[in-house]
């Protein structure tokens, strides 16, 4: 009867331990449908085809959601909810909502793009100099998002007093595909946005580059604290994972663009062409690098955007897992 006991025992062991095996671990990941998202959106592709990047590199038993936002502070919102788990976005939001949690819910555990954003106006606007914005509508992705924030505190460098409901300069909020309707029907004056809607602009709206935002963080990869805290091993191997991609997106470009652009038509229903999205590839820097001269950078400019209040220690930002 013991050796019964021990047998029935021992099976039910196995059998929980199967059980315990065959549990998937679920990570949900973020990005936007932008080329400087590019390591979210082939990462995505790649998930889609059932070749994931990520999964390969956290094993079977980890399965990847992937939620797609318009721009940074609808992903900062989902990070609070706890519905997400780690992202793609912009300095902006990312900051924002870092010093609005006390530095308590964000960490960048990489970098992912640098540059890749301009300001444009039309090829046969009257704008010729930086005064000429005055009375001027510009159209920005998102209230607070990063480009929102850049623009706004560019427009305060140059002497113009800009409120979030008008000023000097009128910013207005647009979703990043609504953009080229409002600047080919004089909705807009100019629109300080990203790749590739830059690069679609300058094509279908027969826009010009005014100004062309190089020196500044487009895209961080960030992480909430309480998945680095609960789940530190695979945090550690997806900040690896996503330096990899970086490294295989910069040696084969030609098979990421082709992914990017599949995607970027799966999400948005529009189509890029090669060359556009390959002249948009060119003005972007991706590197997996976090510069902290760039995040003094970004803060000031928080600042300045009216955005940031109070302190802004950012000792607490980065955290390599």
């Given at each position: 009867?013991k050796?019964?006991?021990t047998a029935i025992?021992?099976?039910l062991l196995l ?6 095996a065959?549990?998937?671990t679920?990570?949900?990941?973020g990005h936007?449908?932008?080329?400087t ?9 790649l998930?889609?085809q059932?070749k ?6 956290l094993?079977?038993?980890?399965e990847?959601?992937?939620f797609t936002?318009n721009?940074?502070?609808s992903?900062?919102?989902?990070i609070f909810a706890?519905?997400?788990?780690v992202?793609?976005?912009?300095p902006?939001p990312?900051?924002n ?12 555990i990489s ?5 890749g954003a ?9 704008i010729?100099?930086a005064a000429d914005?005055?009375?001027k509508k510009?159209?920005?992705p998102?209230?607070?998002n990063?480009?929102d924030?850049s623009c706004r505190?560019w427009?305060?460098a ?6 979030q409901?008008?000023g ?5 909020p647009?979703?990043?595909p609504?953009?080229?309707?409002l600047?080919?029907?004089?909705g807009?004056d100019a ?12 094509r279908?709206?027969k826009?010009r580059?005014f100004l062309d935002?190089k020196?500044?963080i487009?895209?961080w ?5 309480k998945f680095?805290r ?6 550690k ?5 996503n330096?990899?991609?970086?490294k295989w997106?910069q040696q084969?470009?030609?098979?990421a663009?082709?992914l990017?652009?599949?995607e ?7 189509d890029?062409?090669?060359d556009a999205?390959?002249?948009?590839w060119?003005r972007?820097r991706?590197?997996?690098d976090v510069s902290?001269e760039?995040?003094?950078?970004s803060?000031q ?5 009216g955005?940031?209040?109070?302190p802004?220690?950012?000792s607490k930002l980065?955290e390599t897992p």
């Open positions: 009867m050796i019964k006991i025992l021992g099976m059998c929980a331990s199967l059980v315990a065959q549990e998937k679920t990570i949900r990941f936007f449908p932008n080329i998202h590019a390591q979210g959106v082939v990462a995505h592709a998930s889609r059932g994931g990047w990520f999964e390969q590199r094993g079977p038993n980890v990847i959601q992937w936002y721009a940074g502070p992903a900062m919102e989902a706890k519905s997400l788990d992202t793609y976005v912009g902006g990312a900051l909502a870092y010093f609005k949690s006390n530095g308590e819910e964000i960490r960048v970098g992912a793009a640098n540059a301009a300001l444009v106006i039309k090829t046969d606007s009257p010729k100099t914005f005055r009375g510009i159209a920005t998102q209230l607070g990063t480009q924030i505190a427009l305060k140059q002497g113009f007093k800009v409120t409901t008008g000097d300069v009128m910013v207005i647009t979703a990043n609504d953009q080229l309707g600047l080919q029907s004089g807009v629109v300080w946005t990203v790749e590739p809607w830059v690069t679609r602009l300058e279908d709206a826009a580059v935002d020196d500044t487009t895209t990869f960030v992480s909430s604290v680095l609960d789940r530190r091993d695979l945090a191997k997806i900040a690896k994972a330096i990899e991609l970086t997106m084969n470009q030609a098979e663009q082709k990017l652009i599949e970027l038509k799966a999400e948005t229903r529009a890029f062409a090669p999205v390959a002249q948009a060119n972007i991706f590197t997996s902290r760039l995040i003094t950078k803060v400019d928080g600042k300045d955007a955005f940031l209040k109070g802004t220690d950012t980065i």
